[in-house]
């Protein structure tokens, strides 16, 4: 966890309430919107968001919720899935939330979610390929356990692919079409990230595949459909919270970090923005970035905790 590189790590952790005050409520009728001669989506939007039982995932969900949109939750356990579920449609309304147990490294299982979500919702408008891990352990690549690399290779890269994949053969039928994001991480910039460097090489994967899908949808001439990034920076979830064990560390997620609804607070509008703002002259969608904890915010933050003492302490305690 040292160096600014670390701002952009993602992890997992169950959100904080208060949701309403942070992000406003706005419920219309699907209406068809034209820009550019082209139709495309316009809100109330149908939602898939991977790994959304807790930390980041289920951030989103909840701000999407309370903006009038509707939501697949995604995760590999089913009994968390439908114990989210559960609470969401008591407070959303059942016909607004569905879900569905996938291990998204599995090819059929991403199969069977695209299915499901076009059969319960009609259409799939917004794809967030938010599922990731660096199996909650931090330290040198040279000691990792096998199956831990595995693993997060298998979460970050393949299960990224696999969910592009379906997402895109199913918005390309799609009127409208839909968006895929893609959640980068530590290492999306291609600086190091000692102690998760198997986490930050999968999250580097993800610009350049960003670029290679876009590259492929013009070959295919398939101009309906946009593959975005998200930046969420560092987020004091479980993943993060794992490696909170040296004073570099602390220092950075203290001075760094911020809990899940604040960033979802921000993400969310943005994401929302995309389809109506995306289309290009020539008829395409151009790919989008949104990042949370930008460069300059950061080195800002640090400068005011060098000069005023501003964040210490305020997650972890630093000795």
Request: glycine fraction near 8%.
């Amino acid at each position: 966890m040292q160096s600014l590189q670390a701002s952009s790590c993602r992890c997992h952790a169950l959100v904080t309430s208060s949701r309403a005050a942070r992000v406003r409520t706005v419920r219309v009728q699907a209406v068809a919107a034209t820009v550019n001669n082209k139709t495309v989506l316009a809100p109330p939007y149908n939602v898939l968001i991977t790994g959304s039982t807790k930390g980041v995932g289920r951030a989103l969900a909840e701000d999407f919720l309370e903006a009038g949109d509707n939501v697949v939750v995604c995760a590999r356990n089913e009994d968390q899935v439908q114990s989210v579920v559960k609470e969401l449609q008591q407070k959303y309304g059942a016909k607004r939330v569905v879900g569905k147990a996938c291990n998204v490294s599995k090819a059929e299982q991403v199969k069977a979610l695209a299915q499901f979500a076009q059969q319960q919702l009609g259409s799939v408008d917004l794809w967030i390929n938010n599922a990731g891990t660096n199996a909650y352990k931090y330290g040198p690549l040279l000691e990792s356990d096998d199956e831990d690399l595995e693993a997060i290779v298998d979460t970050n890269i393949l299960g990224v692919m696999l969910c592009c994949k379906e997402a895109i053969n199913l918005m390309k039928t799609q009127p409208a079409g839909g968006h895929v994001f893609n959640m980068d991480g530590a290492g999306a910039d291609g600086n190091a990230t000692p102690r998760f460097a198997a986490y930050g090489a999968t999250k580097r994967s993800l610009q350049q595949l960003g670029k290679s899908l876009e590259a492929e949808l013009k070959m295919a001439k398939i101009a309906n459909v946009g593959v975005h990034n998200l930046s969420p920076g560092m987020v004091t979830t479980e993943l993060l919270m794992s490696g909170a064990d040296t004073p570099t560390a602390k220092f950075f997620i203290n001075c760094l970090a911020e809990e899940p609804g604040d960033v979802a607070a921000y993400l969310v509008p943005r994401i929302r923005d995309v389809p109506p703002k995306s289309s290009t002259l020539t008829g395409g969608v151009a790919s989008t970035y949104i990042q949370y904890l930008t460069k300059p915010k950061a080195f800002s933050q640090i400068f005011a905790r060098l000069l005023t003492g501003a964040r210490k302490n305020r997650f972890v305690k630093e000795d």
